[in-house]
């Protein structure tokens, strides 16, 4: 079991920017993929960004390439801190944004084990 706690989100004007942090405990090692949801009112929850620990490779949405960024913690070389650098901002960004932990990179959220509780951004036009 791993445990993630989000953190970063808020409230923020378009053009604007926000960092999100997620922080895993618990068996990091059985996970090797660090990813980003996000869930808006009415909608399903769609794939934003991931990070494959061991290689490093990024993978994200259409709708955010350019204006994200994941990163990753590299002082360790297991599963802990992963960051999503949000830049440039539209109101469509706003939804519950969600941190996941899993074993291979999927673009779908059934794929991985773990989940956060998630936290709000808000982006105001």
């Known amino acids: 079991q791993v445990q993630l706690v989000e953190s970063g989100g808020g409230l923020v004007q378009a053009g604007g920017s926000l960092r999100l942090s997620c922080a895993a405990s618990?068996?990091?090692?059985?996970?090797?993929?660090m990813g980003w949801f996000r869930q808006a009112p009415g909608k399903e929850r769609e794939f934003v960004a991931a990070?494959?620990?061991?290689?490093?490779?990024?993978?994200?949405?259409d709708s955010v390439k350019g204006r994200f960024t994941i990163s990753r913690d590299n002082a360790k070389s297991t599963v802990n801190t992963v960051y999503l650098q949000m830049n440039s901002l539209k109101p469509e960004d706003t939804a519950v944004y969600y941190c996941?932990?899993?074993?291979?990179?999927?673009?779908?959220?059934?794929?991985?084990?773990?989940w956060g509780q998630g936290t709000q951004v808000t982006v105001s036009s």
């Open positions: 618990g068996r990091t090692s059985s996970r090797f993929v």
């Open positions: 990070l494959h620990w061991n290689f490093g490779t990024t993978y994200y949405a």
């Open positions: 996941a932990a899993g074993r291979s990179v999927s673009y779908q959220s059934g794929r991985y084990d773990d």
